[in-house]
């Protein structure tokens, strides 16, 4: 089982739909929680952060469940400039800490 | 605005070459990282570096050494380049400390042929 799994999609859909991604993740002992974007051949970018209390920025908002160990991430009112691939991101404490990337979810948006 | 710099963003090089990729930030961060990244495998830490003239082995080092002779620049050798490492090569920094948010420099695609 991989540490970070995330739905691989694509997700297709029309501009202004909400869609949900969510992340699943193994070690209960994850401390810290990230969500971010990456472009076709560009780098990964930082979105937002997943605080336990939730968090959202304009149009997108994430949360933390820890019984259940997922993170989801709410993209409202999506726009074609939306379209990238999200990255789930985790970091667990296994002997030390490490960050762990899920290998995304490509999101295609539709005019 | 953070900034990370990588000394190529596109690289062709032969097998068996020597392949040198260089990351510079001007964030003072003390954390470095290199990854690799291929389609359906994700980002996979190569080596990661806490410090000046320190590094640490990440998931997969084999065939790859790093160097960091100044907390600005963190270097990524491939000492004898193989067509397997041809892929997307990211450098990322973070502040010290193990909770804290990486950020990525545009990354070099590398092609061995």
């Known amino acids: 089982r991989k540490e970070v799994e995330q739905d691989p999609g694509p997700f297709n859909v029309p501009e202004g739909a909400t869609v949900a991604f969510n992340c699943t993740y193994s070690?209960?002992?994850?401390?810290?929680f990230f969500w971010y974007r990456q472009d076709c051949r560009k780098e990964p970018k930082l979105l937002m952060s997943?605080?336990?209390s939730g968090n959202e920025d304009g149009r997108f908002t994430a949360q933390l469940n820890r019984a259940s160990q997922y993170i989801s991430l709410l993209i409202r009112d999506s726009k074609l400039s939306d379209s990238a691939t999200y990255l789930c991101?985790?970091?667990?404490?296994?002997?030390?800490?490490?960050?762990?990337f899920g290998a995304g979810t490509r999101l295609f948006v539709k005019a | 605005d953070v900034k990370v710099t990588q000394s190529s963003r596109y690289l062709v090089k032969r097998t068996g070459e020597k392949v040198f990729l260089e990351c510079v930030q001007d964030?003072?961060?003390?954390?470095m990282f290199w990854y690799r990244q291929d389609p359906g495998l994700g980002l996979r830490l190569i080596y990661f570096?806490?410090?000046?003239?320190?590094?640490e082995k990440g998931d997969i080092p084999e065939g790859y050494s790093v160097s960091r002779e100044k907390k600005e620049r963190f270097s990524l050798i491939l000492e004898s380049a193989s067509t397997n490492q041809t892929s997307m090569y990211l450098c990322?920094?973070?502040?010290?400390?193990?909770?804290?948010?990486?950020?990525f420099g545009p990354g070099t695609r590398l092609t061995v042929t």
């Open positions: 990322a920094i973070s502040r010290r400390g193990d909770n804290y948010e990486q950020y």
């Open positions: 070690n209960s002992a994850s401390q810290s």
């Open positions: 997943v605080y336990s």
């Open positions: 991101v985790v970091i667990a404490k296994t002997g030390g800490f490490k960050t762990i």
């Open positions: 964030m003072d961060h003390e954390n």
């Open positions: 570096s806490y410090d000046v003239k320190m590094k």
